[in-house]
């Protein structure tokens, strides 16, 4: 496949024709009380083609169930392989708004590029979303903290064991009705600082979703939960000295009353939520630095009480306080393992742009048409 392929596809504006077929008789829907994360799935899905000198193609939505895989499929083989997440979140009005779409459509085309597969280019990825949301709209739930979870992913389709950019992929979408992240609340985690394992190196694939990068993390996960800890913290690949981000978050650190969080330079995940966050930081006037910060500094700065706060951030837990770190068998507490004051009110915020509860300044959420 060639480069300027993708590049012609993503500038595509066209309306997409998107067949339906719909199923007959829709599935009881879970208590909104006991969703969980990740457990129940909708009635329908999204699916696109994409085949070789024809681009995308053959856009539908139908029911959920098995896709058909040849053993020959090539993702099963070398992991081409890209996911997003995002949620849709029913306001009290009872209609549905997403948040920021087209930042996930941006971020699969970076993802996808990085390891050569066609993007989905930005329009038709947010009206599939909206289209597939409105046919599921009964499905998005309308208790308090719980939400329609949304994950689109691409991954090569081609039946062949020669390495190689495939020929033919797939982009699906399917949608998951959530509760909270953590059932218990906005309580804080506790957080491993991984200095064998490494989760990326600038130049690899640490700035993409791809789903190899969480192949590559599951080991240190494990070795954090059995060491009693809920999440990894990553160290840069190359010094496993700076500070990157946790398991499925960007972290941040309240030092000195600054914000400190890792720069985006090639092994960090763009978050969306960082993004959003760095913003409303911006905006109450608070000074954000997004560069290099050293494990050993960090370390100072929780034993002489100099940070303040930390938390992670992620579109499936929103923010998560960390209230206790571990490096190299040393625990050190943060504000008394309770949920600082600037992390609670920045959940506040943000949860409550999503949610439409409070105004939207910053012109993130879109309505559905339904
Ligand atoms: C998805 C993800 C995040 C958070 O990104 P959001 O867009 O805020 O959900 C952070 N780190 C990793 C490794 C991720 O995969």
Same mark, same amino acid.
Request: include cysteine; proline fraction near 4%.
């Given at each position: 496949?060639?480069?300027?392929?993708?590049?012609?596809? *993503?500038?595509?504006?066209?309306?997409?024709?998107?067949?339906?077929?719909?199923?007959?008789?829709? $599935?009881?829907? +879970?208590?909104? *009380?006991?969703?969980?994360?990740?457990?129940?799935? /909708?009635?329908?899905?999204?699916?696109? =083609?994409?085949?070789?000198?024809?681009?995308?193609?053959?856009?539908?939505?139908?029911?959920?169930?098995?896709?058909?895989? =040849?053993?020959?499929?090539?993702?099963?083989?070398?992991?081409?392989? /890209?996911?997003?997440?995002l949620k849709?979140y029913?306001n009290?009005?009872?209609?549905?708004l997403l948040f920021r779409p087209e930042m996930n459509?941006k971020?699969?085309?970076?993802?996808?590029?990085?390891?050569?597969?066609?993007?989905? +280019?930005?329009?038709?990825?947010?009206?599939? @979303?909206?289209?597939?949301?409105?046919?599921?709209?009964?499905?998005? +739930?309308?208790?308090?903290?719980?939400?329609?979870?949304?994950?689109?992913? @691409?991954? &090569?389709?081609?039946?062949?064991?020669?390495?190689?950019?495939?020929?033919?992929?797939?982009?699906?979408?399917?949608?998951?009705?959530?509760?909270?992240?953590?059932?218990?609340?906005?309580?804080?985690?506790?957080?491993?600082?991984? =200095?064998?394992?490494?989760?990326?190196?600038?130049?690899?694939?640490?700035?993409?979703?791809?789903?190899?990068?969480?192949?590559?993390?599951?080991?240190?996960?494990? $070795? &954090?939960?059995? *060491?009693?800890?809920?999440?990894?913290?990553?160290?840069?690949?190359?010094?496993?000295?700076?500070?990157?981000?946790?398991?499925?978050?960007?972290?941040?650190?309240?030092? =000195?009353?600054?914000?400190?969080?890792?720069?985006?330079?090639?092994?960090?995940?763009?978050g969306v939520t960082r993004d959003s966050i760095i913003h409303i930081l911006k905006d109450w006037g608070m000074?954000v630095?997004?560069?290099?910060?050293?494990?050993?500094?960090?370390?100072?700065? &929780?034993?002489?009480?100099?940070?303040?706060?930390?938390?992670?951030t992620?579109t499936?837990?929103v923010i998560?306080?960390?209230?206790?770190?571990?490096?190299?068998?040393?625990?050190?507490?943060?504000?008394?393992?309770? /949920?600082?004051?600037? /992390?609670?009110k920045l959940y506040d915020t943000l949860t409550g742009i999503q949610w439409g509860k409070i105004e939207d300044k910053f012109g993130w959420t879109r309505k559905?048409?339904?």
């Amino acid at each position: 496949m060639r480069l300027s392929n993708i590049k012609q596809n *993503n500038k595509e504006t066209t309306k997409m024709d998107i067949k339906y077929e719909l199923v007959e008789k829709r $599935k009881e829907k +879970p208590d909104e *009380n006991n969703l969980g994360f990740g457990n129940y799935f /909708t009635d329908h899905m999204f699916i696109m =083609d994409y085949t070789e000198g024809k681009g995308w193609h053959d856009a539908r939505i139908v029911p959920y169930g098995p896709l058909s895989i =040849d053993p020959a499929m090539m993702v099963l083989h070398y992991a081409q392989e /890209t996911f997003e997440g995002l949620k849709a979140y029913r306001n009290e009005k009872g209609e549905i708004l997403l948040f920021r779409p087209e930042m996930n459509a941006k971020r699969m085309i970076n993802s996808n590029k990085r390891i050569c597969m066609p993007g989905v +280019p930005e329009d038709m990825f947010v009206e599939a @979303v909206e289209k597939l949301v409105k046919c599921e709209k009964d499905w998005v +739930p309308a208790k308090e903290e719980t939400s329609l979870y949304i994950r689109p992913f @691409v991954f &090569a389709s081609e039946s062949s064991v020669g390495v190689h950019p495939a020929k033919t992929y797939k982009f699906i979408i399917i949608l998951s009705p959530v509760g909270a992240y953590y059932p218990e609340g906005v309580n804080p985690v506790k957080i491993w600082v991984e =200095d064998e394992y490494v989760r990326a190196v600038k130049g690899g694939t640490g700035f993409t979703k791809c789903g190899g990068n969480y192949a590559a993390s599951i080991a240190a996960q494990v $070795k &954090a939960e059995e *060491n009693g800890y809920t999440q990894v913290l990553w160290l840069d690949g190359v010094h496993r000295k700076y500070v990157e981000e946790v398991g499925t978050m960007n972290a941040m650190f309240v030092i =000195d009353g600054k914000v400190v969080t890792a720069a985006l330079d090639g092994s960090v995940l763009p978050g969306v939520t960082r993004d959003s966050i760095i913003h409303i930081l911006k905006d109450w006037g608070m000074e954000v630095e997004e560069r290099d910060l050293s494990i050993d500094e960090l370390m100072d700065a &929780a034993r002489s009480g100099k940070l303040t706060e930390a938390f992670g951030t992620g579109t499936a837990a929103v923010i998560s306080p960390i209230g206790e770190l571990c490096y190299k068998g040393e625990a050190v507490e943060i504000n008394g393992f309770k /949920t600082g004051e600037l /992390t609670q009110k920045l959940y506040d915020t943000l949860t409550g742009i999503q949610w439409g509860k409070i105004e939207d300044k910053f012109g993130w959420t879109r309505k559905i048409d339904l």
